[in-house]
């Protein structure tokens, strides 16, 4: 049971991504699922989250600039992130809840994905 990540990269201020989180051995829509961020130097932040029932929970730092969402066809979640700034840079990780009651609190996910690096620069 795992996730991999991808879709992350190098972007100016200003501009998108778009990151998948895959799963593989078990199927992402049974499951809540959310997005992590680690910048240098900073503690892991949590992004936002969605519940199996497609509810959604995001961070007052994520709020109106990225999107979680799931595509159950690739069974994948993924997240789009626009308006994008150089504090926005880190690793990425996904990682696999029940639900997102606690969706902040990391110990409340089971799996975890290896991460894709995100570089916001001029």
């Known amino acids: 049971l795992y996730f991999v990540e991808s879709g992350g990269g190098a972007v100016q201020p200003g501009g998108s991504l778009r990151l998948s989180c895959r799963g593989y051995?078990?199927?992402?829509?049974?499951?809540?699922n959310g997005w992590f961020r680690q910048a240098p130097g900073k503690e892991q932040e949590g992004l936002a989250c969605i519940n199996w029932h497609n509810s959604t929970s995001y961070a007052d730092s994520a709020k109106g600039r990225f999107t979680i969402s799931r595509d159950d066809t690739k069974n994948a979640v993924t997240l789009q992130m626009n308006s994008l700034k150089p504090e926005d840079t880190g690793v990425y990780y996904c990682a696999r809840e029940d639900v997102c009651d606690n969706w902040l609190t990391q110990s409340s996910y089971d799996r975890w994905g290896q991460g894709t690096q995100v570089t916001v620069a001029s």
């Open positions: 051995g078990f199927s992402v829509e049974y499951y809540a």
